[in-house]
């Protein structure tokens, strides 16, 4: 049995070894400056990029390359990624696969550091590993390094990073009427539910304000795309969410007759517009609109017996920020079936993303790919409806459903949509008192 066992395990084992034996060897060249720059604070950067570097491959330090240089005869780096002969010696002598170089440059009143990683054995630079970022000092590229590096497949995640899409929210912009604490209370809302959803990496909000502003980013609906890009190369690698608050005003009502008397009502209302780029090419994916009401009897008297204004409006900002968190996700990163027993499902979202107990899903499974008749571009996937599923039970990063019919074709990988909220719990509302009664 043990033999059996062995000869089993081996061919693992071997494969196992061999991969890390092929791991490639990057190596970190010094920082070639142009123009007159604190050398302190350029060793410091040049630290930070061997300290934060990773992505899967065998780092070679700087002091490390020049030992080997000057094992090779070669007496400096500067010139290193255009001379052929250095790299290929690299290569064939010490098995180093890339070179790492960075390059500061004072243009103007601005700084311009390119991070390109050059192929050893060709001399050719990965095109795919190539990024130049822009700032007013050595510091704020220092804040820009970790996105840069991370743009390029460089940075050093932890696993249970390393998997989620990059995703970031603009600083948001009001209309006129309306506040920026207003705006700066939406995004916040809006980020602390992205983040409880667990489907994304969402870049530091403080981190992207900075961005915003170095690179002067206009109104939304003005933004060139190159803007865009221009962001996304320095702080996120996959979406930016642009939003717009269009609306937000809280309206008291009154209604009633002489004989019951007046009662009133509060109806407060948020619109506002988001917009999907892919920050790889600035290409605007999708706009979605989003409105919420809300009016005092939708929440339980029990609970608003000593709500202030104050309340009620982040209360709307709760309520309007999920709903726009939840369009989001059905574009992005949309819920799928994980698993199957029986007519139980278990799904990809959890309670962090607002799945609660008695909502019900409608089950779709993929379908052929649409094509233009005449370009032959991908117009989307043709869906098909296979059964419908009520949410039984929650956890943390996934939830259970019990299929209310469909049992047959509903299988691993099919896409969910939400059909019906479930009802909100509230205490049965109590006869008002004559004559008078103020919901």
Not at 8 to 15: E, F, H, I, K, N
Not at 150 to 172: C, F, M, N, S, Y
Not at 176 to 197: H, M, Q, V, W, Y
């Amino acid at each position: 049995m043990m033999k059996t066992w062995t000869r089993r395990l081996l061919p693992l084992l071997l494969c196992a070894g061999a991969s890390l034996a092929a791991l490639d060897r990057i190596a970190v060249a010094e920082i070639e400056t142009k123009g007159k720059l604190d050398a302190a604070s350029v060793a410091g950067l040049a630290e930070r990029i061997e300290a934060k570097l990773g992505g899967g491959y065998e780092v070679i330090s700087r002091s490390a390359l020049k030992a080997m240089l000057k094992e090779a005869a070669f007496q400096q780096e500067s010139g290193l990624v255009a001379d052929r002969e250095q790299l290929a010696r690299l290569a064939e002598v010490h098995g180093v696969k890339y070179l790492l170089a960075t390059t500061i440059a004072r243009i103007g009143s601005k700084l311009s550091m390119t991070v390109m990683v050059v192929d050893c054995t060709t001399g050719r630079l990965d095109p795919d590993r190539r990024i130049a970022i822009e700032a007013d000092n050595l510091e704020k590229l220092f804040r820009q390094l970790d996105g840069a590096l991370d743009r390029i497949g460089l940075l050093h995640l932890p696993p249970t990073e390393a998997g989620l899409k990059q995703l970031a929210v603009l600083p948001v912009q009001a209309a006129p009427g309306i506040g920026r604490e207003d705006g700066s209370t939406f995004g916040a809302k809006l980020n602390e539910f992205l983040l409880k959803s667990g489907s994304f990496e969402l870049l530091n909000r403080d981190a992207l304000n900075l961005v915003a502003m170095e690179s002067a980013l206009v109104d939304a609906e003005q933004a060139a795309p190159g803007q865009y890009v221009k962001v996304g190369q320095i702080a996120v690698g996959d979406w930016l969410i642009a939003v717009k608050l269009k609306r937000l005003e809280v309206n008291r009502l009154s209604s009633g007759t002489a004989i019951a008397g007046v009662s009133t009502r509060e109806v407060a209302t948020l619109e506002a517009e988001l917009r999907i780029i892919d920050v790889k090419t600035g290409a605007l994916v999708a706009i979605e609109n989003v409105t919420c009401r809300r009016k005092t009897t939708d929440i339980p008297a029990s609970i608003r017996r000593d709500w202030t204004p104050a309340d009620y409006r982040n209360d709307l900002m709760e309520q309007a920020a999920e709903q726009a968190g939840r369009k989001l996700l059905e574009r992005l990163d949309p819920v799928l079936v994980a698993a199957i027993e029986g007519r139980q499902l278990y799904l990809t979202r959890g309670e962090g993303a607002g799945v609660r107990p008695g909502q019900t899903y409608e089950i779709y499974t993929p379908g052929k790919t649409v094509l233009h008749p005449k370009t032959k571009k991908p117009l989307g996937t043709a869906e098909k409806r296979v059964g419908v599923a009520r949410i039984d039970s929650v956890a943390a990063n996934m939830s259970i459903a019990s299929l209310q019919d469909g049992a047959a074709e509903a299988a691993v990988g099919a896409r969910c949509r939400l059909l019906d909220d479930a009802p909100a719990v509230s205490e049965p509302a109590s006869p008002p008192a004559y004559p008078m009664a103020t919901p």
